[in-house]
């Protein structure tokens, strides 16, 4: 008796699961069907990496998510899809951001100062950061995106790039991994043509995933977000645990890495855990590992919040360099001595900049002029 109580009691609450999943598809469903994004020559949709067929659907195993995907579904990244029975990319050669930006925008300041860089985008991300700067297009389905549709090729990214007299491609602004296909198809053909790769993400990469794209890249910056589970899960919508796998397995392949925190108030500033983060970086990532404080301004869903004091970003430099960070900078406050790049060595100042402007450099083949100390970073192209 209690037995057929437990499966009809089962059985229900399947019943209303089913329900509320399919409520919920008919109240927020994707704005478009595939068939209403497939051209005919299939210009729009590609053969993504890192599936895992199914016969009940494929598995995304390109980051922490897995996403498992039923025929006709796509992604927490809203640009990965299963069309009949495999995993394709809806966004691939399909960029809805692309600009010349000077490289310090990235912020990158240890590769190639005051060169321009060609930076491109499409929509999608992993992640759903509340006082994300670029939401329009890194929370939005392909299809919503304006100049959605507009092809450009590796071959024509790379063109351009060339043509703009810009020494490197960074993948920035959205999620770059969530356009993995594309970014890994210009970064091979940059590479040969000789130009260097800056990657701008957040770190919700796999493993495997990312020891393929590494090789590729000079630099790459992550946003480490906060140092806190709760705030990882609350405000970002994923796990710290994985963004900090990712940084101590691009220290393992030895990549350049630059490290981005930026402080919103009330959320994550609170000086303790800064310390604990600052801790992290010296033992894990190194010494050299350039660190930057960045200031935060109202966005997106946290546009009630003040921006970030700037004594609260000098305090949060101090304790960095407290630590025995080397290169800590304060960013988003142009004119800021945070803004510099000093030698450890003799303490003068190597790289004068304001905001994305360099005043000075006294770098000189990778050393400091003054002292002769050699300074991590790509400094001659």
């Known amino acids: 008796m209690i037995k057929n109580i437990r499966l009809y009691l089962f059985l229900f609450l399947n019943i209303i699961l ?3 999943i399919v409520s919920i598809i008919a109240v927020y469903p994707p704005p478009q069907t595939v068939s209403s994004i497939v051209t005919i020559d299939g210009t729009r949709v590609k053969q993504a990496d890192w599936e895992k067929q199914d016969c009940l659907g494929v598995q995304c195993e390109l980051c922490p998510f897995r996403c498992f995907l039923p ?4 992604g927490i990244c809203r640009v990965r899809m299963n069309v009949a029975g495999r995993l394709k990319t809806l ?9 010349i930006d000077p490289i310090e925008k990235k912020p990158v300041y240890h590769m190639l100062p005051g060169s321009r860089i060609f930076s491109i985008a499409t929509v999608g991300c992993n992640l759903r950061c509340s006082f994300c700067q670029n939401w329009e297009i890194s929370q939005s389905y392909p299809e919503e995106a ?3 549709g507009q092809i450009l090729t590796p071959e024509q990214v790379v063109d351009a790039a060339i043509a703009n007299n810009c020494n490197s491609i960074a993948y920035t602004y959205s999620e770059p991994t969530v356009f993995y296909e594309y970014v890994l198809d210009i970064a091979r053909l940059a590479k040969q043509k000789g130009l260097r790769n800056v990657l701008v993400s957040a770190g919700y990469v796999n493993r495997e995933p990312l020891r393929k794209l590494a090789p590729y890249f000079d630099v790459i910056k992550i946003d480490l977000k906060g140092f806190n589970e709760q705030f990882y899960r609350k405000v ?7 963004v900090l ?8 392949l030895g990549v350049l890495t630059e490290v981005v925190n930026l402080v919103v108030p009330s959320l994550n ?3 303790q855990e800064i310390t604990r983060m600052c801790k992290w970086i010296y033992d894990n990532l190194g010494p050299d590992t350039p660190l930057f404080f960045s200031r935060f301004t109202p966005q997106y869903k946290l546009g009630n919040l003040p921006a970030t004091p700037i004594e609260t970003l000098e305090k949060a430099r101090k304790i960095a360099m407290d ?5 800590v900078y304060i960013g988003n406050v142009p004119g800021d001595p945070g803004e510099n790049t000093y030698c450890p060595s003799c303490g003068r100042m190597l790289i004068h900049r304001y905001g994305y402007a360099i005043l000075e450099n006294n770098i000189k083949k990778g050393k400091c002029i003054f002292c002769g100390k050699e300074i991590p970073g790509i400094w001659d192209n």
Do not use: W
């Not at 966004?91 to 600009?99: F, I, L, N, R």
């Not at 630590?323 to 290169?327: I, N, V, W």
């Open 245 to 252: 796998d990712t940084l101590k397995e691009l220290h393992n």
């Open 269 to 271: 500033d609170d000086m």
């Open 71 to 74: 025929e006709g579904s796509r």
């Open 18 to 20: 089913c329900i509320i």
């Open 236 to 242: 970002v919508g994923g796990d710290l645990k994985y």
């Open 91 to 99: 966004v691939y050669g399909q960029p809805v951001s692309v600009h």
């Open 146 to 148: 304006k100049n959605f």
């Open 323 to 327: 630590a025995g960070l080397r290169y």
